[in-house]
Protein backbone atom coordinates (compact mmCIF):
# COMPACT_ATOMS: atom_id res chain seq x y z
CA UNK A 1 0.00 0.00 0.00
CA UNK A 2 1.27 3.67 -0.67
CA UNK A 3 -0.13 6.15 1.49
CA UNK A 4 0.92 10.14 1.32
CA UNK A 5 -0.61 12.28 3.87
CA UNK A 6 -0.74 13.67 7.23
CA UNK A 7 -2.44 10.93 9.55
CA UNK A 8 -3.12 7.21 8.87
CA UNK A 9 -4.26 4.23 10.51
CA UNK A 10 -4.60 0.64 8.67
CA UNK A 11 -6.32 -2.50 10.05
CA UNK A 12 -6.53 -5.03 7.38
CA UNK A 13 -8.56 -3.63 4.61
CA UNK A 14 -9.83 -0.57 6.63
CA UNK A 15 -8.08 2.52 6.34
CA UNK A 16 -8.64 5.70 7.99
CA UNK A 17 -6.88 8.73 6.20
CA UNK A 18 -6.53 12.26 7.48
CA UNK A 19 -4.31 13.66 3.90
CA UNK A 20 -4.23 13.90 0.76
CA UNK A 21 -3.87 10.71 -1.57
CA UNK A 22 -4.54 6.60 -0.77
CA UNK A 23 -3.51 3.88 -3.18
CA UNK A 24 -4.37 0.37 -2.28
CA UNK A 25 -2.28 -1.26 -4.25
CA UNK A 26 -4.03 -4.50 -6.63
CA UNK A 27 -6.92 -6.54 -5.26
CA UNK A 28 -7.57 -4.19 -2.34
CA UNK A 29 -11.03 -3.43 -1.12
CA UNK A 30 -10.89 -0.61 0.74
CA UNK A 31 -12.98 1.09 3.17
CA UNK A 32 -11.99 5.02 3.54
CA UNK A 33 -13.37 6.70 6.51
CA UNK A 34 -12.14 10.15 5.90
CA UNK A 35 -12.85 13.25 8.46
CA UNK A 36 -11.30 15.85 6.50
CA UNK A 37 -12.94 19.53 5.07
CA UNK A 38 -13.88 19.81 1.49
CA UNK A 39 -10.81 21.32 -0.17
CA UNK A 40 -8.91 18.00 0.84
CA UNK A 41 -11.54 15.50 -0.02
CA UNK A 42 -11.62 17.25 -3.33
CA UNK A 43 -7.74 16.42 -3.42
CA UNK A 44 -8.45 12.71 -2.29
CA UNK A 45 -10.88 12.19 -5.15
CA UNK A 46 -8.21 13.40 -7.92
CA UNK A 47 -5.14 11.84 -5.97
CA UNK A 48 -6.86 8.18 -6.22
CA UNK A 49 -6.12 5.97 -9.27
CA UNK A 50 -9.16 4.33 -8.04
CA UNK A 51 -12.26 3.59 -6.33
CA UNK A 52 -12.47 2.19 -2.76
CA UNK A 53 -15.16 -0.03 -2.37
CA UNK A 54 -16.36 2.61 0.34
CA UNK A 55 -15.99 5.87 1.23
CA UNK A 56 -17.63 7.46 4.92
CA UNK A 57 -16.42 11.12 4.38
CA UNK A 58 -17.45 13.23 7.60
CA UNK A 59 -16.90 17.34 8.42
CA UNK A 60 -18.84 18.53 5.62
CA UNK A 61 -21.18 21.38 5.99
CA UNK A 62 -24.59 20.33 4.53
CA UNK A 63 -24.45 22.48 1.29
CA UNK A 64 -20.32 20.93 0.46
CA UNK A 65 -22.05 17.49 0.03
CA UNK A 66 -23.41 17.74 -3.48
CA UNK A 67 -19.76 18.95 -4.64
CA UNK A 68 -17.69 16.05 -3.07
CA UNK A 69 -20.52 13.84 -4.10
CA UNK A 70 -19.53 15.05 -7.75
CA UNK A 71 -15.98 14.50 -7.62
CA UNK A 72 -16.24 10.92 -6.36
CA UNK A 73 -18.44 10.22 -8.75
CA UNK A 74 -17.23 11.96 -11.85
CA UNK A 75 -13.68 11.39 -11.45
CA UNK A 76 -13.42 7.76 -9.77
CA UNK A 77 -17.35 6.46 -11.01
CA UNK A 78 -18.71 6.00 -6.97
CA UNK A 79 -22.44 6.63 -5.94
CA UNK A 80 -24.08 7.97 -2.76
CA UNK A 81 -25.39 5.24 -0.72
CA UNK A 82 -26.36 7.68 2.35
CA UNK A 83 -26.67 11.05 3.35
CA UNK A 84 -26.36 12.21 7.09
CA UNK A 85 -27.07 15.79 8.29
CA UNK A 86 -27.53 16.89 11.78
CA UNK A 87 -27.65 20.91 12.24
CA UNK A 88 -25.25 22.59 9.45
CA UNK A 89 -23.19 19.36 9.80
CA UNK A 90 -23.00 16.05 7.17
CA UNK A 91 -21.63 12.72 6.35
CA UNK A 92 -22.03 10.59 3.21
CA UNK A 93 -21.26 7.28 2.45
CA UNK A 94 -20.38 6.42 -1.18
CA UNK A 95 -19.55 3.34 -2.64
CA UNK A 96 -17.82 1.88 -6.15
CA UNK A 97 -20.34 1.25 -8.75
CA UNK A 98 -20.51 -2.33 -9.43
CA UNK A 99 -18.02 -3.30 -12.82
Avoid: C, K
Amino acid sequence: MAVEGDAVAVEGDAVAVEGDAVDGGAGSSLVIVANLLRPLLLDLARGMTRAPAHLLAGGLLREQVDEVVGAFGERLGMRERERRERGEWAAVWLVSRPA
